[in-house]
């Protein structure tokens, strides 16, 4: 029989700014998973979306997880260096004719879309978005954490949008895409992204891609409830004190970190956290309250 398939995962900031703890809590989850399966961990910049990204950010991000030992391997990929497959493989979705032109406003767009664009006609050179069309299948998949999570894509989400008006490819596509050009088997990334994964799995139905196993951690939240981000004013992480960081990301993903280690340097607390990572104890979680700054 053939050896089981070696471990390869991903983590994917954005670069719209220096990465903040709920960044590095999802990264540090992923790298633990990564290791603790003597798998690769690989680097890609999402960085597409140019209108918010932040010149310096992406270096920035490097130097955060090089300060906290999250290393990668092989090159950091650039999503902004692919745009060439992109087209590629929206050529070839348009000559199956699994995609068509939407010049809906962004009133349209309020809640699930109708389909409104599905049979017009338009102008050649009408400002539009793509999108693609959606049918009745249930995507079903199991996630480590979340158990089984099921969509009907057709009436919870409409045909959605692979390339927006302004020429940005948009996030589901693109994610899509470079996890299988990455050979992408796991993700472990944030419960705020999974209602996307229904949309990125029928994707890869639709292109013949593999489908990598998901486990959705939970986000951090702050003193109002809401998820940490740039929306939210989510300062940047402290490198100052990184075994400090640490060791509170640890206590938060549930790892309960022995007290002895609480002064450790943060490579001995990573090197226990491989050999002690048990995403089990997040099942009951789907969102977790910062617990220090």
Known sequence: MPGKQPYIGRFAPSPTGPLHLGSLYTALASFLQARSHQGKWLLRVDDLDTLRNIKGSADSILKTLDVFNLYWDDSVVYQSRH????????????????????????????????????NKQHLHNSQHSLRIKTDERIISFQDELQGLISHNLARQHGDFILKRKDRVFAYQFAVAV????????????????LDSTPR????????????????HVPVIINEQGYKL?????ATAVDIKTPQFVIFGLLEL??????????????????????DHWNPSLLKDFRAVSQQFH
């Open 178 to 193: 470079d996890d299988s050009l990455q050979q992408i088997n796991h993700v472990v990334r944030g419960f705020d992204l």
């Open 253 to 274: 993903l549930q790892q309960n970190p022995p007290c002895e280690l609480q002064n450790a340097p943060s490579t001995e607390l990573l090197n226990w956290a491989i």
């Open 83 to 118: 745009l060439d497959v992109y087209e590629e493989i929206l050529d070839k979705l348009a000559k199956n004719g699994l995609i068509y032109p939407c010049t809906c406003s962004r009133k349209t767009l309020a809640g699930i879309y109708s389909g409104l664009c599905r």
């Open 200 to 215: 990125q799995i029928y994707l890869q139905q639709m292109l013949g891609f593999a489908t990598p196993g998901y486990m």
């Open 229 to 233: 981000s740039k929306q939210t004013c």
